[in-house]
């Protein structure tokens, strides 16, 4: 059986949700400016609003 639109809507926040979590991750271990700004390009891609502390002062 398929899902309603609210289902699908709940299973894109989640995925959403833990692809961020994983792209904080890298990028708080990210040591170079160009990697932090690399991941912080794909966040903004996944969401655009999203603000990491380090990249805010940068």
């Known amino acids: 059986m398929g899902r309603v639109e609210r289902d699908r809507e709940i299973a894109r926040r989640r995925t959403r949700r833990a692809k961020l979590k994983k792209l904080r991750a890298k990028f708080d271990t990210a040591k170079s ?20 502390e380090d990249a805010a002062q940068a």
Do not use: T, V, W, Y
């Open 33 to 52: 400016q160009d990697e932090k700004d690399e991941i912080f390009a794909k966040a903004r891609k996944l969401s655009p609003f999203i603000s990491f």
